[in-house]
């Protein structure tokens, strides 16, 4: 048998072995699907069903918009046997919201990029400010580091996770605001959660992460593998 003809048989045999699995794609605060389609293209290319959702991230609480993807997720997953996730920023607080009060029993691998797993010090700050109220709305305000806030008693992940986060920013004035290592938007450790498998820091931006294409070939390999690759970023 030709070698490329048993590569060509591997790569079906991969991709069927995908047909029962979904990636659901979520943004992130003030975003849309659009910013996830690089994301989305990659997993595709690689055999995934991709259902990459839109959601009023302005315009509801954390909670409501929780109960809201996860009704699309059910509606939309009916014939698959894992749901995997790749999350940006808030999008990742919203599947910590769903497992913890009505868990999916399909869920697979989840990465969340940037995502404020111990709030955003920029909330804390700016949040209460009549301008930045109106950009981010109801779940903008949610994000705060308090140790009795809603991030904070979300609790630990019990679910296969991955963090993936910046150390650069085009925002210095935010990031004056922030200790340490920052994307712009969340500190380094903030990113991190109690729970997660890997963790990753890669020189990119809160609003681009999900686009550079390093990210999006760890994002790949920790939905097929569990794991980050041993690559130097």
């Not at 590569?7 to 029962?20: E, P």
């Not at 697979?108 to 804390?124: A, F, W, Y």
């Not at 020189?203 to 569990?226: W, Y």
Request: with cysteine; charged share 20%; proline share 4%.
């Amino acid at each position: 048998m030709k070698p490329l003809y048993v590569l060509c048989i591997l790569t079906m045999l991969a991709n069927i072995a995908h047909s029962k699995e979904t990636v659901v794609l979520l943004h992130g605060l003030a975003r849309t699907s659009k910013s996830m389609q690089k994301m989305e293209a990659k997993l595709q290319a690689n055999g995934y069903e991709t259902l990459n959702l839109d959601y009023p991230s302005r315009k509801h609480k954390v909670e409501y918009l929780a109960k809201e993807v996860r009704k699309q997720i059910v509606a939309r997953t009916e014939q698959t046997t894992k749901v995997h996730f790749v999350t940006h920023s808030m999008g990742g607080i919203l599947v910590r919201q769903i497992q913890k009060t009505a868990p999916l029993a399909t869920i697979g691998r989840v990465v969340m990029l940037s995502p404020p797993n111990q709030g955003s010090e920029v909330i804390d700050r700016i949040g209460s400010n009549a301008a930045v109220q109106q950009v981010n709305g109801p779940a903008g305000d949610q994000l705060s580091t308090r140790n009795d806030g809603f991030i904070a008693r979300l609790g630990p992940v019990d679910f296969e996770l991955g963090v993936i986060t910046g150390d650069r920013s085009i925002n210095w004035i935010n990031s004056m605001m922030i200790p340490g290592k920052d994307d712009g938007k969340v500190s380094t450790e903030s990113a991190k959660v109690e729970g997660m498998a890997d963790y990753r820091v890669i020189h990119a931006t809160h609003p681009m992460i999900m686009k550079k294409q390093s990210v999006i070939n760890e994002t790949l390999c920790f939905i097929q593998n569990g794991t980050f690759s041993n690559s130097v970023q």
